[in-house]
């Protein structure tokens, strides 16, 4: 089976701007979840999605927004970029539910100039 | 609010030891996640616990968990080079829709 996909790997924006990630889960999981890592506040939740529906959301201004299609893929994007925005977003993928074991994806490296 | 600490944040092990990384939270939770990233990379999933007492074990590491204590404990036995890694903890209380990671544990595991 092919793994969790992310697209793109590497992104250079400059701030005002807006960028939106890709992620493909694991054939036939329905459960996309994406995270947010930085040096300065480390790994954190972004939010969790399934059968097309935000499920579940943490701590995040408007600005970080996601969706899922039907086919599972989900996109999440950010408008309106600022400097503390560069991070490696992570996408990971699980049959179901959060309490199921989650694949991750390799990552998108954003940075913000 | 859901705080989680990990202790310690960083560990140098030799070799055949044995060793236990800490993960401490709040508030009452529905499930506690491990994972372990290597340098560069993503993340990857170990161990989900969703109950009190769950323990479990995947080579060379152990994951258990009190919920009473609201507590996790990853042990790892015998370590080998190969286990040398971030390792973190992450609690996460989906009826309030919260999720929070431990800044996680670098793991050396020296000859």
């Known amino acids: 089976k092919a793994g969790v996909t992310q697209t793109p790997r590497y992104l250079i924006k400059t701030r005002g701007q807006q960028v939106t990630l890709s992620c493909s889960p694991i054939?036939?999981?329905?459960?996309v979840s994406w995270y947010q890592q930085t040096p300065g506040q480390g790994l954190q939740f972004l939010f969790e999605?399934?059968?097309?529906?935000?499920?579940n959301k943490g701590n995040f201004p408007g600005r970080f927004s996601g969706r899922q299609f039907s086919n599972s893929r989900s996109e999440m994007n950010v408008s309106t970029l600022e400097l503390g925005d560069s991070a490696l977003y992570l996408c990971?993928?699980?049959?179901?539910?959060?309490?199921?074991?989650?694949?991750f994806g390799p990552g998108t490296r954003l940075l913000v100039l | 609010e859901l705080k989680v600490e990990q202790n310690p944040l960083f560990l140098s092990m030799q070799e055949g030891k044995n060793y236990t990384i800490y993960c401490n939270y709040s508030?009452?939770?529905?499930?506690l996640y491990w994972y372990r990233q290597d340098p560069g990379k993503s993340l990857e999933s170990l161990f989900v616990?969703?109950?009190?007492?769950a323990v479990k074990q995947e080579g060379r590491l152990m994951a258990s968990l009190d919920t009473k204590a609201r507590l996790s404990t990853l042990h790892i036995t015998a370590a080998v080079h190969d286990l040398s890694a971030t390792y973190f903890c992450a609690v996460a209380r989906y009826n309030n829709n919260d999720m929070r990671f431990g800044a996680g544990t670098r793991l050396t595991v020296k000859p």
């Open positions: 508030t009452t939770s529905d499930r």
């Open positions: 054939s036939g999981h329905r459960s």
């Open positions: 999605y399934f059968s097309e529906t935000q499920r």
């Open positions: 616990l969703l109950s009190n007492g």
């Open positions: 990971a993928s699980s049959l179901e539910r959060l309490q199921e074991t989650q694949y």
